[in-house]
């Protein structure tokens, strides 16, 4: 069987095998083209054509090009992950009076991240810590099934539009085939990745492990951060990454990243399901130490009229605090990283106790209990109610906020900032110590003062 040994355009419209019609061309790459078509026995469902006509000298190297293309294919067809494009079928037809050969691939609809970038514009620390949250877990399938994707980039990740999440598509099964073909012939072989996303070990010498997947995936995540090519981020004089000055993240992403781009692959982690933990790590070390800091905070006792004791209610509190950080350590990173930093986990998932919570994780120092106070009713044998005065309370968050964000910006330590600046509050107000401010206006003044000696602790670092 003679195959189609040169690529000719298909017109809009062509049908293929009494079934796939071609929509347009999307794609061309060295071994054919890539369609967008759709099924018309399948309800006109929208499907991806990809092409395989390597530039080969023989029909023997043609066959042998075949047979390691359907096997390939093969691998493909047994993934099953939501985040992965389906295999449907090896599609075999002639053109022209030409046999050739398809992979038919379910379509994504949605924007590639290239795109996204060109567009938008460079993405926050937020976003990319949960395309990467969003992403391990595909890689960490993979790399199980004993495949490696090779080609990691912003131009083969696509956002669906359907729920927002990455899809990883392009594999590298054509060049594979093409490149073993290569081999066997003595013929020059066809790098299989992108230069400046691809580790040395990949585009020097061909190989490819799992964490050349991950040095793929942290360069992606650079671009995007930065606005930047690879080229412009990497020195290659020194043979390093030199990105920092380009992008204002957390220390703690920045080292992740830096680990990922390790140049030798025993340096980098052994696999994606270990940078899950890590980020699982960072994000419930944080958790942790704002419990920490709610456990060592001094409370003014309660009414004693009242038969309520503060500190029993605050024990009790910061307990049912600790047992929802528990639950939420077994969720995706993505959840958890980006649910505390927006405020967007969902009600339901997270309890009441877990709604206080992601209210306060960005509350500074002494204030903490005295909002959290402020904005519910507490008495030993009721539920939390909604306190009245919500205005104030609102004011009162964006401008916790606006001085959390100055803090990231600045890449400080908030836990030790909001100590620094309690204890500059305390050496001008030794009486107040142990006495719980509220939203009462004999208070308002004393936090006016909090905030001033916070901005003007952080003037000083900008």
Known sequence: MEMAKTSALLRDGTILNDRYRIIRQIGRGGFGRTYLAEDTQRYREKCVLKEFAPQVESDRALRKAEELFEREAGILYKLKHEQIPRFEALLRTRIDGKNCL??????????????????????????????????????????????????????????????????????????????????????????????????????????????????????????????????????????????????????????????????????????????????????????????????????????????????????????????????????????????????????AKLGRFGLILLGVVVVPGFLSFSLIKSWFNLSPSSSLKPSRNTSLLQREQDRQQEIYQRIKALNLNSSSFYERVDRVFYQKYPELKGVRLTEKLEHRQYREKWYQIANKLLEKQE
Not at 189 to 198: N, R, S, V, W
Not at 224 to 244: A, F, H, I
Request: include cysteine.
């Open 102 to 347: 398809f992979l038919v691939q379910e379509y994504i609809d949605g924007d590639s991240y290239w795109d996204l970038l060109q567009r938008g514009g460079k993405f926050s620390e937020k976003e990319v810590a949960k395309l990467l949250a969003e992403l391990l877990p595909v890689l960490d399938y993979i790399h199980r099934e004993n495949l490696i994707h090779r080609d990691i980039s912003p131009d083969n990740l696509i956002k669906r539009n359907s729920d927002g999440k990455p899809v990883l598509i392009d594999f590298g099964c054509v060049k594979i085939a093409a490149n073993a073909v290569s081999q066997s012939t003595g013929k020059h072989i066809t790098l299989i990745g992108k230069k400046g996303y691809a580790p040395e070990e990949q585009m020097g010498r061909g190989k490819a492990v799992p964490s050349s997947d991950l040095y793929s995936l942290a360069a992606t995540i650079l671009v995007l951060l930065t606005g930047k090519q690879p080229d412009e981020l990497y020195d290659s004089y020194k043979g390093r990454w030199n990105w920092r000055s380009h992008a204002k993240i957390s220390p703690e992403l920045a080292k992740i990243l830096d680990k990922m781009l390790a140049y030798h692959p025993r340096d980098r982690y052994s696999s994606a399901e270990k940078v899950s933990q890590v980020l699982t790590a960072k994000s419930h070390s944080f958790a942790s130490s704002f419990i920490s800091r709610l456990r060592t905070l001094v409370v003014a006792p309660g009414d004693p009229h009242s038969g309520y004791n503060s500190t029993e209610a605050i024990s009790s509190f910061v307990s049912k605090i600790s047992s929802n950080i528990s639950r939420l350590k077994t969720q995706t990173f993505s959840a958890q990283m980006t649910g505390f930093a927006s405020g967007k986990i969902e009600p």
